[in-house]
């Protein structure tokens, strides 16, 4: 997929051929060797796409070359030809005339002989009749670029002494060639051109006479295609069209790696309703431009809708007037005159490029959701996933650049979608901590439940004693105490028989009701060597888990084996038969007592019962102590886990502003760790259940400056704002500090602030498990944004609307590598800001970024550079009248057509302003 508008190419604007005699050097038989073919492949082969052929008082070679050229781009080759000349004037001056592709070796030859040169083609040494001047004269009046050659070296215009002589010449040219720029000694010959001020945009050639000099020296020139018209234009930009091989180590042509290719709307009520419009972007800046109702700004609406950005506005209240717009312009259209913009079968698509691979997203108004296609080379794939989080783009229109003025802390959510933060990321992480941590409180209250009633255990415990040693006392201690001793070791016995065979009975179940997993060898390549042993370490593993599961029955087998065994010898035991013997004396004794009158005799059997399950409870209780002490270690391992994640949130803000607006001189923005005193109480009273104003005297109230959040944002506000993380440790501890009073809120303070009764009695009856949110709970970090009014950094609150959007639009434009979307970002600012702040900042970013500007000011499209633009009316449907670079005259025909109200409006204006 190719790319519309402007693009840098590789130029080398000094070249010879065997037309000119020196060329090969002291290689002679290259000059009868070489073909045009040949040659032109040798700086094929070195990248270079156009070419300036400039042969000594020559043009021999110019027909030829550029059939050579057409027949090498039939086949796939990027090689252009810029017919030209090296002519050389009186006083030995070497002049470049470089003209338009179709130019002939007839139409060169003509303005060699305009010069006056009466000596041999090919010679360097043979010199013209006519001035310097008069040939770049002449090499104009043809149409061509005149540019002085080499002129710091031999035969170039700084031989000359003269000043006067200089400046007369270089007022003439188009650009300088320039060898060695660097040159800064007084006694240089490049000094008398520099002392002279004369603002001419310098390149650079190769001057290749010889193979082995090819692409030693080059320039980069934008242009759309190789035609003199675009390279006039880029001469006259200078600096931001022209690059000197020596001044740029890589190539400019590289881009961001997430792009916006194109837009396709199809039936809408104003765009694709007889055909499908499709919008075509550059990789770096885009404008779009047109009067009035030309549906420039509709664009951009329909690329938030295909780029799945409507979600973006979401966060906005359903009152905010953008929202409302965009979800006006969402509606399907009942009739011509009602709001809405869409129809039933309404269709977006995007194609967006990430990483070299193809993407298309398609939003269709009946499903009101994005598909998503992968292009392989031949197809597009279906493909799962999120659009909004996998495609990244950035859309503002004019209005929502002024609302986020007035909120700057919702910048938050721009800088939070950053690399540096990774907010998506840490937001899993942060939840899967949170809910970790609410999970173990849970559990401790569960634990917590079990202890309930140990305190009426060891109560009913002692009262069971009591009743025990009366009846011991009765004479009979030794019989009653063996029959308690061997009936408690009897009962520890008989447990742990069944507990051995409820063990083997759920091994049992596991190994029945679990199965192998099935090896599908049918995938792998048998003839690979690779695949081969993948298969067999498998087929090793699937043996062993067989081995493995028939062990496992094997081993239950020889268990249930033992336990019989055990069982059978254990009837036979010496201790079965002395319990058997201790419960005979046992059952004689009760019966003895009973023929003696004592009643309920058998108490005692069923008292040393109560025992045992007494102290097995209060044992097994004892487990559970240990339990939750395991458990409160691990909350407080979690809740510092929790702590650290939360830390590296702000961390990573702080990081970002220092990576991308330290030292801005436009805005300054600084964070202050959980101090956004805004949204402060909305998230505490989310979490308590209490979203209303009730308890805000108790709570939070700004007016009265009242309530414990209010206090508590008074000590972190006042705490010194830095990345270093002892300071976030500060803040942290009084947040701390502040969970650590609201638990004990019975005493009736949070952080030095009062709390009345019907709030603590709100507190008493709150679910436990929003005292686990509360754990987890912290303030917002809060932003502000100061820009510079000329003397110093005052707040954006302070500033007027134009000052509020230049400071917004200065930090929009200060980071980020996705493509930006902005719609009017001028209005409200004046030429002159526009100029300092937008057309800077336009030129510094879209190298890095892909940029798409809805705009109608001529600056931005004119002075920016605009790689593209798109030129739009509406005749009853949106219709591009112009597309393209800035060279193509139609587009700088509407350019000034639309942003300037015509030539002859633009000459009045021009000449009443500077001819006074």
Not at 233 to 257: H, M, Y
Not at 534 to 540: H, S, W
Request: aromatic share 8%.
């Amino acid at each position: 997929m190719g790319f519309v508008g402007a693009r840098w190419w590789k130029f080398d604007f000094h070249t010879h051929t065997p037309a000119s005699f020196d060329y090969g050097k002291s290689d002679r038989s290259l000059r009868t060797s070489k073909t045009p073919k040949d040659w032109l492949l040798d700086y094929v082969n070195k990248g270079i796409e156009c070419l300036a052929v400039t042969d000594h008082n020559s043009g021999e070679w110019i027909d030829a070359l550029k059939h050579a050229a057409e027949n090498l781009r039939a086949h796939g080759h990027s090689i252009f030809i810029f017919p030209g000349v090296e002519i050389t004037a009186n006083s030995n001056i070497h002049i470049l005339g470089i003209f338009d592709p179709s130019v002939t070796s007839a139409d060169i030859n003509a303005v060699i002989g305009a010069s006056r040169f009466r000596g041999t083609k090919g010679d360097s040494d043979s010199v013209a009749e006519e001035s310097a001047e008069n040939i770049i004269r002449e090499i104009i009046l043809a149409g061509g670029v005149a540019i002085p050659a080499h002129i710091d070296m031999k035969a170039g215009l700084c031989q000359q002494h003269s000043s006067h002589t200089i400046r007369q010449v270089c007022e003439q040219a188009n650009a300088v060639e320039i060898i060695y720029p660097d040159q800064e000694r007084a006694d240089a010959p490049l000094s008398r051109y520099t002392t002279l001020k004369i603002d001419l945009p310098s390149i650079i050639g190769s001057d290749a006479h010889h193979p082995n000099d090819i692409g030693r020296a080059y320039t980069w020139v934008k242009m759309s295609t190789p035609s003199l018209e675009g390279l006039k234009l880029a001469l006259v930009d200078g600096s931001t069209s022209i690059i000197r091989s020596d001044k740029e180590t890589t190539n400019p042509n590289n881009s961001s790696n997430t792009l916006l290719r194109s837009v396709t709307i199809e039936n809408t009520k104003y765009a694709g309703r007889s055909a499908p419009l499709t919008v075509q972007f550059n990789p770096w800046l885009n404008s779009i431009i047109g009067g009035r109702g030309s549906g420039k700004s509709s664009v951009l609406e329909f690329i938030r809708l295909g780029m799945d950005r409507a979600r973006d506005l979401n966060v906005l209240n359903q009152d905010n007037e953008i929202r409302r717009s965009f979800e006006s312009f969402t509606k399907i259209s009942a009739s011509r005159d009602s709001e809405g913009v869409m129809l039933e079968n309404s269709k977006i698509s995007c194609v967006y490029t990430r990483d070299e691979t193809h993407y298309a997203l398609t939003w269709t108004k009946e499903n009101n959701n994005i598909l998503i296609s992968r292009y392989d080379g031949q197809e597009w794939i279906p493909e799962d996933g999120e659009a909004h989080s996998r495609f990244p783009i950035k859309i503002f229109s004019q209005k929502q650049i002024f609302d986020l003025a007035k909120n700057p802390n919702t910048l938050l959510h721009l800088i939070d979608e950053s690399s540096t933060v990774g907010f998506q990321q840490w937001k899993m992480k942060w939840s899967e901590k949170q809910s970790y941590f609410q999970t173990l409180c849970s559990h401790k209250r569960e634990l917590l439940s079990k202890l309930a009633n140990k305190n009426v255990l060891l109560g009913q415990l002692s009262d069971v004693e009591q009743k025990i040693k009366a009846i011991e006392k009765s004479g009979h201690t030794d019989i009653l105490t063996s029959y308690r001793a061997y009936s408690g070791k009897r009962t520890i016995i008989y447990n742990y028989e069944v507990g051995i065979d409820n063990l083997k009975q759920q091994i049992e179940s596991i190994a029945s009701t679990t199965s192998i997993p099935v090896l599908d060898e049918s995938v792998f390549d048998l003839q690979s060597a690779s695949e081969l042993e993948v298969l067999a370490k498998l087929k090793n593993l699937n043996a062993s888990t067989l081995y493995f599961k028939e062990s496992i029955k094997q081993a239950l087998v020889s268990l249930e084996n033992e336990l019989n065994q055990f069982k059978d010898w254990y009837r036979n035991s010496d201790f079965n038969k002395s319990h058997i013997g201790v419960n005979q004396n046992y059952n004689d004794l009760i019966e003895g007592l009973r023929n003696e009158g004592i009643n309920n005799p058998a108490d005692y059997a069923r008292l040393i019962g109560e025992r045992n399950t007494l102290n097995e409870s209060l044992k097994a209780m004892e487990l559970v102590d240990n339990q939750i002490t395991t458990v409160n270690e691990s909350i407080n391992l979690a809740y510092k886990e929790i702590i650290e994640c939360r830390k590296e949130l702000t961390i990573n803000r702080l990081e970002f502003l220092q990576q991308n607006l330290a030292g801005n001189s436009s805005i300054k923005v600084e964070l202050a760790p959980f101090s956004d005193i805004d949204h402060m109480e909305e998230s505490f009273r989310r979490i308590i259940g209490r979203s209303d104003n009730a308890f805000s005297a108790d709570i939070f109230d700004l007016e009265r400056e009242c309530g414990f959040l209010y206090n508590l944002n008074k000590e972190l506000t006042t705490t010194t704002s830095s990345s270093d993380s002892n300071n976030l440790e500060s803040r942290l501890s009084k947040i701390h500090i502040f969970k650590t009073q609201v638990f004990n809120f019975s005493c009736g303070e949070i952080q030095g602030s009062k709390i009345g009764k019907r709030f603590s009695e709100f507190m008493t009856n709150m679910p436990p498990q929003n005292f686990d949110q509360i754990n987890t709970w912290f303030p917002e970090d809060k932003l502000s944004i100061k820009f510079n009014d000329g003397n110093r950094f005052k707040d954006v609150s302070q500033g007027s609307a134009g000052q509020k959007a230049s400071a917004i639009l200065s930090f929009l434009l200060s980071y980020g590598t996705e493509p930006l979307v902005l719609d009017q970002p001028e209005d409200d600012l004046d030429n002159g800001l526009i100029t300092s702040l937008i057309v800077s900042k336009l030129h510094k970013n879209k190298i890095n970024r892909q940029i798409i500007v809805v705009t109608h000011n001529p600056n931005i499209v004119v002075n920016g550079d605009s790689e593209y633009v798109i030129a739009l009316e509406d005749r009853g449907q949106i219709n591009p009248v112009a597309s393209g670079a800035l060279q193509e005259l139609n587009v700088r025909k509407n350019v000034c057509e639309i942003m300037e109200g015509g030539e002859i409006a633009l000459q009045q204006r021009y000449k009443r302003m500077f001819n006074i």
